[in-house]
């Protein structure tokens, strides 16, 4: 096909008419040139005569090449043997030239035909593992699907006698216009002939024969059917695969049904049985005594019988009086209450059938329901958690909402119940190389309300909404799939999934920085119920207030408490209290949330008091002083209890910057231990009384310096430990049930210069009807004195 632009230069516009025009070509020429073996000058086909492209860029047909390998590996085995008659006494040369025949088995090769380069077959497959000839496959296609003879429309505008009667007709593709160029002038000009034209801006007019136009228009016609008949196919697949996931369900119901109250009727027929066992029972007891009364009976018969027959042979009338004396007595008197039957015939069964009816009524009715949804896979919506890039980042071993999943029914309207079946796949880590894995060979299947310890947790709202949440514990890539009654739910309304990163670092989410600035904060405290914490701003004399989001609220002061900028420690009491040390003062003072003291005590034993632990169950205070010696007073009367004498801190009491002691969930009393080896740390457990119990030894594969622990905190069943690492601060956490490190809280865009207090707290994630699905969120706030700052965390 050629090309022509030209453009009118009479036209009173810059619009410039593009003619294509088309050129024949013979197919028996086409077929000789292109489609013909030059070998065998067979043409090509899909079978015997497949074309195979040669590494010299000719083409061959596969019957020719089969046979040019043939008789090349013929000659080439007639040389070998002649020459191995010519040194056969020759050892060595018949072991050289059977490597050398062995190795050109492995290797066959043969010459080109067309330019005698030489080839190499393929030792898998041989001739046929040649690669075709797209070039060629394509061309016969064209011509299979394409030869047909096109049908040339004609101008019959100027009758049978025109001169143009066998003009083709022309196509104007911009102006959708079938014109004669020898009629009718395609172009936008004032005045002369008829003209077709556009009403739009300029334009480039590409024209084309009206034969080439149908052919085009034809193809896109059949191609957009072909579209059309693809979807409508998909549409069909998929509404036939609802029926067979419908007929398998209703399947499924039914097996349930009728295994639930099969289960039933068992429980029917056990009672059933057991009632018959007692009637049975009764029954019995009562034939036991009824036949010993008849035997009793049966004897007493067989005896006046036995005693009265014999009347006949005495002849003595005094003994036949003594008898009949004896008899009269047994008549008169009782013998053995064998008169009158022992038992009865007694026996009923007391059913309260109306009272028993009611309730199997009420309990039946009320078992079971069945149950549909109207949600619209499609229509369903996924909302995934921002990310600061392409790729979702989440912190490993840390409960994440991930992606907030809507459902929507047929008429576009989101539903107000939950309940439908959600299915999640989860495929990872994947590899650096690796795109696309299947789901049946890497894919973690969790269906509705599944609650793994590491995995992927759905919360359903039962208010037509769904909350992925997982915690994962290896790093890499994942992705992760959501299906809504078995049909996967677009992410965003573009991905079929969701693509995210578990990494090792845990970035702060929240910090203080509004409100008026801090100066050398050591030390907080937190308050469950009214979601207060309480920051010990040492440098400003003052205590200051924020929410659990790090929001300023107020600040209390109490200047005897704070004199000198020297209080280092803070606690709440059980009682809304505050309780805080004064080093240089060695004071302990409990005051008011206003800030009012309550009362001050101090004791002797006490040297440099630094941190405050408190233990609300007991109500007891915890002192820790300069010499890491740990001090207990009763919180009411601050009488002194007891004394810790922490022999294992080898005068390393500097390392401790913080809170060197923490209470755990059973009252126990942890204390970092100055004990320390190469990548390994101690920590002490004394129970509420002060008796050493045990120590846990955390050893750390990254870490192999032999820094102390510096600063404690509790959060149920995890204690968490700053250390130092190079630079800057890391926060482990540790299971004192396992006593194993389980994760290491650390930020590479937010590192910790000089944590000092630290404080762990739990909060629930979602507000759900269904109990079974709360879960909670555990969260810390550290305070750095080197930042002046307070940073939140959530560890797991």
Known sequence: MVTVNSNNSSSSTSNSTQLVETVSIDYDDFNDAFLTCATCLCVYDGVERAPKLLPCSH????????????AANNRRTTQDLNNGRGSGSNTIQSQQQQE????????????????????????????????????????????????????????????????????????????????????????TAIGGGTLISSKSPPLVHTIIPVSVAMKRTSEIMLYKANECVSKLNCSRDGVCAELERLDTARNECLSTLDDTFSDLMNIIEVRKQQLQQQIHKACDAKNRILSQQLSAIDIEKTK????????????????????IQILNDRLQKPTGGIEEPRENAFIALDLDLTAIKNVVNN??????????????????????AESNGENLLIPRLVDTQVATLTAVDYDGKRRNLGGDPVIIKLIGPLDDTQQEMAPNNLGHLHQDNNTSDDGVRIVDHKNGQYTIRLRLSNCGRYKLLVYVLGRPVACNGNTGHIDFSIIKSIDPICQYSRGPSMQQPVAIAVDHNSARVYVLDTGNCRIRVLDTHLNYICDVQNIEAMRGRSSTGIGLLSDDTL????????????????????????????????????????DHVLIGDSSCNIHAFKAATGQHLFTINNNKSNGKSAECVGTFMAIGPNSQIIVISGITTTGCRCLDIYSCKGTYERSITVMTATDK??????????????????????????????????????????????????????????ELQDSVIDDSQQCSSYYLLVTDVAADSVKKYRFF
């Open 304 to 323: 006046v019988m036995d005693e009265c027959g014999n009347v006949n042979q005495l002849l003595d009338v005094q003994s036949i009086n003594q008898r």
């Open 100 to 187: 050398s025949q062995t190795a050109q088995q492995q290797r066959q090769t043969f010459r080109c035909p067309i330019c005698r380069e030489l080839i190499v077959v393929p030792q898998n497959g041989g001739v046929t593992a040649l690669p075709p000839s797209f070039l060629v496959n394509q061309l016969l296609d064209l011509i299979s699907t394409h030869r047909r003879r096109t049908l040339i429309p004609t101008c019959c505008g100027g009758g049978v006698l025109s001169s143009h009667i066998n003009q083709e007709l022309l196509y104007c593709e911009t102006c959708d216009q079938v014109f004669c160029s020898v009629c009718t002038k395609h172009e």
């Open 705 to 762: 310096s032999t820094h102390l622990y510096s600063s404690l905190a509790t959060c149920n069943n995890f204690i968490l430990a700053t250390r130092r690492h190079y630079n800057s601060y890391v926060i482990d956490l540790i299971d004192m049930e396992t006593e194993k490190l389980v994760n290491t809280v650390d930020s590479n865009g937010c590192k910790l210069r000089r944590p000092a207090g630290m404080v762990a707290f739990s």
């Open 363 to 384: 309990a039946i009715g009320q078992m079971g329901c069945v149950r549909t949804t109207t949600t619209c896979p499609g229509n369903c919506t996924l909302n995934v």
């Open 579 to 618: 309780v805080t040390v004064n080093w240089r003062t060695n004071t302990v003072t409990q005051m008011t949330l206003d800030g009012e003291t309550v009362k001050s005590w101090t004791h002797s034993s006490m040297i440099e008091p630094m941190c405050v632990a408190v233990d609300r169950i007991y």
């Open 59 to 70: 083409t061959v047909c596969v019957h020719c090449l089969t046979r040019i390998a043939a």
